[in-house]
């Protein structure tokens, strides 16, 4: 550090989404000082399924955020699978670990109740600051901080930019994470690469109005009668519990290559399954509030390294996303909580080996904890990319329930790490002997 330059927090936090949220409400929970620099100002919309599995509700309850259904919070008892003309409804598992139920809420109210509980910790959230680049040392060429822009109401330049420094910066700016790409911190093509679109319905005086499980169709129609042609993907209604429900559907490959060749027009997808669903669920133009949007879902630790010189990866930024399912809402939170902790033991070190090696052990404790897990996700989608594979699933799997109750624990990632009963044990068992992504 040059004389006369002095820190202007101890963390700053690139993002306000879920993971830099649980980042900063971490960091300042631990009596750091946190500068949060959002580029959008709250309420802001992110395109998300908008469910929270029991592992998303428990680090929420983890990070004290209240949950009161009187506050618009809705909880789902579990999951509906749909295929094959059939439907099973699974309740979510009873658990040492997680609560007995999920919970959706839209990602345009989630998100800024979590900033405001950043901030209520203790985090400064700064709004309509673009972060521009990293700054780095000129000596040993760690990140000691971040260039950024103010922006007006309709996203341009407003003013002069500046610089904010500190001694940990935590890139939480999503999936194409320009500052972890200036740092060469780039995507790895060996990783699952996901793709969703969504919109929301009205669905008050419809069949959707009151649903307490979130559901899931496994088998989306392409409606050409006299035919059983099958789209790509899966589709999901997770009602909200404010009159509207998040409508969507998502694919997954097992490299981006293979989702670029695959070409896919999602939004016409989604189009082509809403009008093919009964008149009686609503799904109507009539009913559809707002445009379809679509997002890239990085998955499976798909860039790393997590953690270089002074900078962290955390969310999106760094690949969180379950490929098994999609989530990445509780892998936020939970790659928030471990970074901070990292961060805040760093801090106690009195050595700089010390210190790098602290905050290197966050990706340490992420590898493994869900590297097991990711890799036994990355062997899923490579099965379920053959049309094949999944109708073989689907027609004889799905109507056992001993599979079931595999598979519920399994995509969802709510089993019992330690303990519980046989499902629980072989789930864990799997994750622990597969190599680490």
């Not at 040059?2 to 927090?9: V, Y």
């Not at 801090?347 to 992420?366: F, K, P, W």
Request: charged share 25%.
């Amino acid at each position: 550090m040059r004389a006369g330059q002095r820190d202007d927090a101890d963390v700053i936090v690139v993002g306000a989404g879920p993971a830099g949220a649980s980042t900063a409400h971490w960091c300042a929970s631990a009596g750091l000082d946190v500068l949060v620099l959002e580029k959008s100002a709250f309420p802001r919309d992110k395109v998300c399924g908008d469910g929270l599995t029991p592992r998303a509700v428990a680090e929420l309850a983890r990070m004290g955020v209240p949950t009161d259904p009187d506050d618009g919070w809705i909880r789902n008892e579990g999951l509906r699978v749909v295929a094959g003309g059939r439907s099973w409804e699974l309740a979510w598992p009873e658990l040492t670990t997680y609560p007995g139920y999920g919970m959706a809420r839209s990602r345009m109210s989630l998100d800024h109740r979590l900033a405001q509980h950043a901030q209520a910790s203790g985090a400064k959230v700064v709004e309509r600051t673009k972060v521009t680049g990293p700054v780095l040392d000129e000596r040993t060429s760690r990140v000691v901080g971040v260039t950024a822009q103010p922006l007006d109401g309709r996203g341009r330049a407003d003013g002069p930019g500046r610089t904010y420094r500190a001694p940990v910066v935590v890139a939480a700016d999503g999936v194409s994470s320009r500052f972890a790409t200036a740092l060469g911190i780039v995507r790895r093509d060996d990783r699952p690469l996901g793709t969703a679109v969504r919109t929301y319905f009205r669905t008050e005086g419809t069949a959707r109005q009151d649903d307490s499980f979130m559901e899931s169709h496994l088998e989306l129609w392409d409606g050409t009668p006299g035919a059983s042609n099958l789209l790509p993907g899966y589709g999901w209604i997770f009602a909200l519990g404010d009159g509207t429900a998040n409508v969507g559907l998502g694919s997954v490959s097992s490299t981006p290559a293979r989702q670029s060749a695959n070409g896919h027009d999602y939004r016409g997808l989604l189009q082509t399954w809403m009008r093919n669903t009964p008149a009686e669920w609503g799904f109507t133009t009539e009913n559809q509030v707002g445009p379809v949007r679509g997002a890239a879902l990085p998955m499976g630790f798909n860039r790393t390294p997590m953690y270089r010189d002074g900078a962290l990866l955390v969310g999106d930024s760094a690949g969180t996303v379950s490929p098994f399912n999609g989530e990445g809402i509780a892998y936020a939170l939970q790659a928030g909580r471990v970074a901070a902790e990292a961060i805040a033991q760093a801090r106690t070190r009195l050595g700089d080996d010390a210190r790098e090696r602290t905050l290197e052990s966050y990706t340490d404790r992420m590898r493994a904890d869900l590297g097991g897990y990711y890799t036994l996700g990355r062997w899923f989608v490579r099965l379920i990319e053959h049309p094949a594979v999944m109708r073989v699933c689907v027609r004889y799997g799905l109507p056992r329930p001993v599979v079931m109750q595999f598979v519920l624990k399994l995509l969802s990632d709510c089993y019992e790490p330690h303990g519980g009963d046989w499902v629980d044990r072989v789930i864990a068992g799997l994750t622990r002997v597969v190599p680490k992504a």
